[in-house]
Nanobody, 124 residues
């Protein structure tokens, strides 16, 4: 089992920044790809970013490229999402997830473990 706990959400004005953290515990995470997803009210959960835990390869949704940065600290078993130049349309609950097979990184069904989510609200 892998337990994931997100933190760092909050209310911020448009153009501001937030850094989300995802602390992982349980099994070793070296084979896992770690991802961030978000879900706005009335919308489906969507892919935001992912990082290969061991290799540092990263992937981003087009909507956040150039504004968001995913990173990880293997020693702390923690994944981060630095969000800059935030827009009101970034408002959502943000979820951290672990993908054991390292495939179909943008598909929620391929992720095995999920955190409880953290709310990000961007005011205009």
């Amino acid at each position: 089992q892998v337990q994931l706990v997100e933190s760092g959400g909050g209310l911020v004005q448009a153009g501001g920044s937030l850094r989300l953290s995802c602390a992982a515990s349980g099994r070793t995470l070296s084979p896992y790809v770690m991802g961030w997803f978000r879900q706005a009210p009335g919308k489906e959960r969507e892919f935001v970013a992912a990082i290969d835990w061991s290799g540092g390869n990263v992937w981003y949704a087009d909507s956040v490229k150039g504004r968001f940065t995913i990173s990880r600290d293997s020693a702390k078993n923690t994944v981060y999402l630095q969000m800059n130049s935030l827009k009101p349309e970034d408002t959502a609950v943000y979820y951290c997830a672990a993908n054991r097979r390292g495939m179909n990184l943008s598909a929620t069904a391929w992720y095995d473990y999920w955190g409880q989510g953290t709310q990000v609200t961007v005011s205009s």
